[in-house]
């Protein structure tokens, strides 16, 4: 059974950090990019940024761009986003995604976890 399964996600600061961590199980993902969304409240699921299990790749959204960095562990199975500078309008529900090609839209992910939320007070 494949899971994702985000953590790390909390209250915070605006102008603080967290680091949210997605472990990957029940399949091998390594030919797979790895992506991270969030929702806020009454939005569409957005774009934050994607990475290959190598590492090799990343990309991010504009809005996160020079804040937030994607990471891997493949000893740990698990993909990470750093996030730095927190500003209130991060707050949303952070979830990450699987998916076998690149791609910054929700329709080219196969798996989702169930998502972690993040509030940034002002």
């Known amino acids: 059974q494949v899971q994702l399964v985000e953590s790390g996600g909390g209250l915070v600061q605006a102008g603080g950090s967290l680091r949210l961590s997605c472990a990957a199980s029940?399949?091998?993902?390594?030919?797979?990019?790895m992506g991270w969304f969030r929702q806020a409240p009454g939005k569409e699921r957005a774009f934050v940024g994607f990475i290959n299990w190598s590492g090799g790749r990343t990309y991010y959204s504009d809005s996160v761009k020079g804040r937030f960095t994607i990471s891997v562990d493949n000893a740990k199975n698990t993909v990470y986003l750093q996030m730095n500078s927190l500003k209130p309008e991060d707050t949303a529900v952070y979830y990450c995604?699987?998916?076998?090609?690149?791609?910054?839209?929700?329709?080219?992910?196969?798996?989702w976890g169930q998502g972690t939320q993040v509030t940034v007070s002002s």
């Open positions: 029940g399949r091998t993902f390594s030919n797979y990019y």
């Open positions: 995604a699987a998916g076998r090609f690149v791609a910054i839209t929700t329709t080219n992910y196969d798996y």
